[in-house]
C-alpha cells in the first residue's frame, strides 16, 4: 500500500512563505505525475501544481508566478515552494500521485493558514 506523507504546512503572515513537501512510502512506476491540489473553505478541491516524472509541470491560474513545483524522482519526493502567500490560499493542500496505469493516491491533507 503506498502512502503518501506530507509535511510543511502552518500559519504564515500575508506576503510569506511555505513550503510543503511530500514523500512516497513505497516504490512506484517510473512513469507517473505527482502534484498539489488544494480545498479552500466552501469549495471543492482543486489543482495546485502537478510535476510529471519527464518535468513536465502544469499550475493553477492562481498560483501561476507565485508558487514553484519540483520533484527528486530518486527520492520519491515532490515539493511545493509558495511564495507572495495570501489570505485566500488558506485551506487544506494535499498531495496527489497518480501512477501511469494505476489508481490515483493521496496524502491526508496539511493546514495552511495565511493571515492578513
Known amino acids: 500500500q503506498v502512502h503518501l506523507v506530507e509535511s510543511g504546512g502552518g500559519l504564515v503572515q500575508a506576503g510569506g512563505s511555505l513550503t510543503l513537501s511530500c514523500a512516497v512510502s513505497?516504490?512506484?512506476?517510473?512513469?507517473?505525475?505527482m502534484g498539489w491540489y488544494r480545498q479552500l473553505p466552501g469549495n471543492e478541491r482543486e489543482l495546485v501544481a502537478v510535476i510529471t516524472s519527464g518535468g513536465t509541470i502544469s499550475y493553477g491560474d492562481s498560483v501561476k508566478g507565485r508558487f514553484t513545483i519540483s520533484r527528486d524522482n530518486a527520492k520519491m519526493t515532490v515539493t511545493l515552494q509558495m511564495n507572495s502567500l495570501e489570505p485566500e490560499d488558506t485551506g487544506v493542500y494535499y498531495c496527489?500521485?497518480?501512477?501511469?496505469?494505476?489508481?490515483?493516491?493521496w496524502g491526508q491533507g496539511t493546514q495552511v493558514t495565511v493571515s492578513s
Open positions: 496527489n500521485l497518480r501512477p501511469w496505469g494505476q489508481s490515483q493516491y
Open positions: 513505497e516504490r512506484i512506476p517510473t512513469i507517473n505525475t
